[in-house]
């Protein structure tokens, strides 16, 4: 450390502060006082409190403490699509806040920035993942001594007042096909000339899995004599490239299971085996192969699912969650109770799953009550 009094009797000490993390630039540390001691102490604080901010600097800007922090929670084991997904929303928050100094941001900063991606009409899902990853950063801006106060604290989320139409289209029936709707569909699934993609659509209807765990189904995960599918695994697309798949571990921890399949759906799972081998598609790891070796992408499953349900008389838009969603109300139609329904599909709690059920449960209940009212007036006539 370097100490001199200056012309105006005031002790000035310079100390070495740590290198930036980043660009790995020295730092020096300059302060006063009146004495030298005072002013030597000065300067080992200021080095301290560097050091406990993780070689933060006071005045770093959003768009530098974001990298800092991507790079130290990209070693946390999460999964690359995650990964991807926190990469997007911190591009959107640095489009807003990138150069503004991290201390500099409120939560009136935070807020108005939601707003205008609420006015653009951004996706409320997508808007609730910037505001979340916001958070962790600014959270650890908070842990390393950086800021007092989490700005996003006071922040919520923008939601457009509901109109009439809005309530009306947000009805549960619109998540799920009912019996009559199911058989429709699958009338039109069965003139599709796709035996890979006719037995897939199948297995989401009447095993409820998502489409990424079918996807990404082995042969060997299938056991064809006790008519069982362990599933332990999802199917990501690295960087949304055509046939740049990556298998990783499912959505949670409670997605992993095995659970019974109609013998049905087995059988069907056979059949296409045969006609994979009588087309000689490519041998490859997934049993739901295509020509190529490569199973078909989520987003062409969706694409398929609804063009299949515009070529029939349902007003529903079909997409492949629907389906998954169809499969739970079956069961609660069949009177399972709701736990070995959220296991069978891999939910530890799921609102949707929750207010499926409930409608599907409710409705059974007024058609009971109705029926035991007709009965007991018939006693009484």
């Given at each position: 450390?370097?100490?001199?009094?200056?012309?105006?009797?005031?002790?000035?000490?310079?100390?070495?502060?740590?290198?930036?993390?980043?660009?790995?630039?020295?730092?020096?540390?300059?302060?006063?006082?009146?004495?030298?001691?005072?002013?030597?102490?000065?300067?080992?604080?200021?080095?301290?409190?560097?050091?406990?901010?993780?070689?933060?600097?006071?005045?770093?800007?959003?768009?530098?403490?974001?990298?800092?922090?991507?790079?130290?929670?990209?070693?946390?084991?999460?999964?690359?699509?995650?990964?991807?997904?926190?990469?997007?929303?911190?591009?959107?928050?640095?489009?807003?806040?990138?150069?503004?100094?991290?201390?500099?941001?409120?939560?009136?900063?935070?807020?108005?920035?939601?707003?205008?991606?609420?006015?653009?009409?951004?996706?409320?899902?997508?808007?609730?993942?910037?505001?979340?990853?916001?958070?962790?950063?600014?959270?650890?801006?908070?842990?390393?001594?950086?800021?007092?106060?989490?700005?996003?604290?006071?922040?919520?989320?923008?939601?457009?007042?509901?109109?009439?139409?809005?309530?009306?289209?947000?009805?549960?029936?619109?998540?799920?096909?009912?019996?009559?709707?199911?058989?429709?569909?699958?009338?039109?699934?069965?003139?599709?000339?796709?035996?890979?993609?006719?037995?897939?659509?199948?297995?989401?209807?009447?095993?409820?899995?998502?489409?990424?765990?079918?996807?990404?189904?082995?042969?060997?995960?299938?056991?064809?004599?006790?008519?069982?599918?362990?599933?332990?695994?999802?199917?990501?697309?690295?960087?949304?490239?055509?046939?740049?798949?990556?298998?990783?571990?499912?959505?949670t921890l409670s997605s992993i299971r095995q659970i019974d399949v109609d013998h049905f759906v087995i059988e069907m799972i056979k059949d296409m085996?045969?006609?994979?081998?009588?087309?000689?598609?490519?041998?490859?790891?997934?049993?739901?192969?295509?020509?190529?070796?490569?199973?078909?992408?989520?987003?062409?499953?969706?694409?398929?699912?609804?063009?299949?349900?515009?070529?029939?008389?349902?007003?529903?838009?079909?997409?492949?969650?629907?389906?998954?969603?169809?499969?739970?109300?079956?069961?609660?139609?069949?009177?399972?109770?709701?736990?070995?329904?959220?296991?069978?599909?891999?939910?530890?709690?799921?609102?949707?799953?929750?207010?499926?059920?409930?409608?599907?449960?409710?409705?059974?209940?007024?058609?009971?009550?109705?029926?035991?009212?007709?009965?007991?007036?018939?006693?009484?006539?």
């Open positions: 450390m370097h100490c001199k009094r200056n012309e105006k009797d005031v002790w000035v000490c310079v100390g070495e502060g740590p290198r930036h993390p980043v660009t790995g630039r020295r730092k020096q540390i300059t302060r006063s006082a009146k004495t030298k001691k005072a002013a030597e102490q000065r300067v080992n604080e200021a080095v301290k409190s560097l050091e406990r901010n993780f070689l933060l600097e006071d005045s770093i800007a959003f768009n530098g403490l974001a990298q800092i922090w991507f790079e130290n929670y990209q070693h946390r084991g999460i999964k690359d699509s995650t990964l991807e997904q926190r990469k997007y929303c911190i591009s959107v928050l640095n489009k807003h806040i990138a150069h503004i100094e991290v201390k500099k941001i409120t939560s009136i900063t935070i807020q108005n920035m939601l707003n205008a991606l609420s006015e653009r009409n951004v996706a409320q899902s997508s808007i609730k993942g910037i505001h979340s990853v916001a958070k962790m950063i600014f959270t650890y801006a908070k842990k390393v001594g950086l800021i007092t106060e989490v700005p996003t604290d006071s922040t919520f989320i923008p939601r457009k007042k509901l109109k009439i139409v809005d309530v009306e289209r947000s009805t549960i029936e619109k998540k799920y096909l009912n019996v009559d709707e199911l058989k429709c569909f699958l009338d039109a699934l069965n003139s599709y000339n796709s035996s890979v993609i006719k037995t897939i659509l199948y297995l989401i209807t009447f095993t409820g899995m998502r489409p990424g765990e079918a996807i990404a189904l082995s042969p060997k995960d299938v056991d064809f004599e006790l008519d069982i599918i362990n599933i332990n695994k999802t199917v990501w697309r690295k960087n949304g490239v055509k046939n740049n798949f990556e298998l990783t571990p499912p959505k085996q045969d006609y994979q081998l009588m087309r000689n598609y490519k041998e490859s790891e997934y049993l739901f192969r295509m020509s190529d070796g490569y199973p078909p992408a989520v987003d062409y499953l969706r694409t398929v699912t609804r063009r299949i349900g515009e070529k029939t008389s349902l007003t529903k838009q079909l997409h492949t969650y629907m389906l998954r969603h169809t499969h739970i109300s079956l069961l609660a139609e069949a009177g399972v109770d709701l736990p070995y329904i959220m296991n069978r599909v891999g939910h530890k709690n799921s609102k949707t799953t929750t207010d499926i059920y409930l409608h599907v449960t409710k409705g059974m209940r007024e058609n009971a009550k109705e029926k035991m009212h007709q009965r007991f007036n018939n006693l009484l006539v």
